[in-house]
């Protein structure tokens, strides 16, 4: 795919190691939240997706969608030609929701912590994708997303008001049924 997160390509990957086993079942759940509780399934894992066998930033992403698919979920209305445009339904921050998928396109923030101490955060040069895990949260700024880039599945904040640079979109995924 190109993009700056981990790659493995030279590894030899078995069906065993492309994921860690999830039963998950679509049942009345929305496609967002299918796709957030995959990718927290996979916490501390590195998840690879079927289509590329690698386990980039964009694979977890891919692999959530794949087992939705998996799951009865049809109609999924996602870009695989374009591995960094997933849909055409784009929602604002304040809107972001569980399973929303961000795209991050160079960015960085600079986040002040009580003490006075600062941390900068970089996310995709040039590109880093991620599954949004909670609602983001406009009271701390908050937008928390699940990520691998290159250390396994982790749970990670961002704060976008605090953005030095770059951008970023969140796709909303939907499915036949309107989930």
């Not at 049942?27 to 289509?51: I, R, T, V």
Request: charged fraction near 25%; proline fraction near 4%.
């Amino acid at each position: 795919m190109g993009n700056a997160c981990a790659h493995h390509d030279e590894e030899e990957v078995s069906d065993e190691e492309t994921h860690r086993d999830v039963v998950l079942d679509g049942g009345d759940k929305h496609l967002g939240a299918f796709l957030a509780e995959f990718a927290a399934s996979q916490e501390g894992q590195h998840c690879y997706s079927e289509l590329q066998k690698t386990c980039e930033c964009w694979d977890l992403a891919m692999a959530a969608v794949e087992h939705a698919e998996a799951a009865g979920f049809e109609g999924i209305d996602y870009e695989p030609e374009n591995p960094y445009q997933w849909g055409e339904h784009t929602v604002e921050l304040e809107d972001a929701m569980p399973g929303d998928i961000v795209q991050w396109t160079s960015y960085t923030e600079n986040v002040t912590h009580d003490d006075g101490s600062y941390e900068t955060k970089m996310a995709g040069f040039p590109n880093h994708t991620s599954v949004v895990a909670e609602a983001y949260d406009a009271e701390t700024g908050v937008l928390a997303c699940w990520g691998q880039n290159p250390d396994p599945v982790e749970h990670n904040e961002y704060h976008p008001a605090s953005s030095t640079g770059g951008s970023y979109i969140i796709y909303r995924l939907a499915c036949d049924d309107g989930n």
